[in-house]
């Protein structure tokens, strides 16, 4: 359940064991498909259908790709810069892979790296507040398999996590394959304390038979998420419990399949590689609603 795992994180641990911050710089991924027209950072619309050629990297004008690994969540794959596990189909997919292989003698915080996969996000490209956020995918199956689709506030820089905010649109955990989470995370509700619920297919379906479209739409003190359109949770400020309502600012976009971690738990004999993430695309409508004044801090 959302309220007793952490969150996905790279480097730099915050006061408490359960708070860990994310990755605030990246290594930019210079391999971008021609012809696209680049993404106005901080508001507009934002689409990506990941057309192009097979084996071509993600839009540079759109995304970057971070590098590294995970100590604070102790998930136990290298995220890889250019295409080497994010690469386009050339049949209008992005899929993220993730391998049991270490070809690069990547080091991780455990030893040598056991895993390689990817992390993808849109901080400096495009980030926006309110509106319909959503990506249509297909998720991977397995012990330890943990995909990702979340944002995170574009002030992280200043503020750091979890003072920035963080909204998880979906995240799934393998031993739970018919289930998927999502939660929002601040200052007082982080971590294991943050705020979510689940949404579970019926009759034992799996999420990683079929494609779905989870998102949510966001407005100043609400966000609702929806899993291929049926809602399941809407949150407000009287949801934190006294604290201070984070998400009336821009946000930027996240994509990311870890392997391992304390939430998921590790692989184990049963789980096969490689597994895929495949997203079919991320689409952003924004809205021109204006943002309710600051709450002062507590």
Avoid at 78 to 100: C, E, F, M, W
Avoid at 189 to 205: F, H, T
Avoid at 217 to 240: L, M
Wanted: hydrophobic share 35%.
């Amino acid at each position: 359940m959302a309220s007793s795992r952490l969150t996905r994180r790279l480097l730099v641990a915050a006061a408490s064991a359960l708070l860990i911050a994310p990755v605030v710089a990246s290594t930019a991924n210079a391999d971008s498909s021609a012809g696209r027209p680049a993404t106005k950072a901080a508001g507009g619309t934002f689409s990506d259908t990941f057309d192009g050629p097979a084996g071509s990297a993600v839009d540079g004008s759109k995304w970057q790709t971070e590098t590294g690994d995970n100590v604070d969540n102790h998930e136990r794959e290298y995220y890889t810069p250019g295409s080497d596990n994010a690469a386009l189909d050339g049949q209008g997919h992005l899929v993220i892979t993730a391998r049991k292989e270490n070809p690069g003698n990547y080091q991780c915080w455990y030893g040598s790296c056991q895993y390689t996969s990817a992390r993808l996000n849109t901080s400096g490209k495009f980030s926006a507040a309110y509106g319909h956020v959503e990506a249509r995918m297909k998720i991977p199956k397995g012990q330890g398999m943990w995909p990702a689709f979340w944002m995170l506030g574009d002030d992280i820089g200043q503020v750091g996590w979890p003072n920035s905010g963080e909204i998880d649109v979906m995240e799934n955990v393998g031993f739970e394959p018919s289930t998927v989470h999502g939660t929002i995370h601040g200052p007082g509700y982080s971590g294991a304390a943050g705020i979510g619920a689940p949404y579970s297919l019926p009759s034992g379906q799996a999420f990683s038979d079929d494609f779905h479209t989870f998102a949510v739409d966001w407005a100043p003190d609400s966000i609702k998420w929806s899993v291929d359109g049926n809602v399941y949770q809407t949150r407000t400020p009287a949801d934190v419990g006294g604290n201070q309502w984070v998400f009336n600012k821009p946000f930027f976009l996240i994509l990311n399949l870890a392997v391992g971690g304390d939430w998921p738990g590790d692989p184990d004999g049963n789980t096969t590689f490689p597994q895929q993430l495949v997203v079919d695309d991320v689409q952003v409508t924004t809205s021109n609603t204006a943002a309710p004044a600051a709450q002062p801090a507590r």
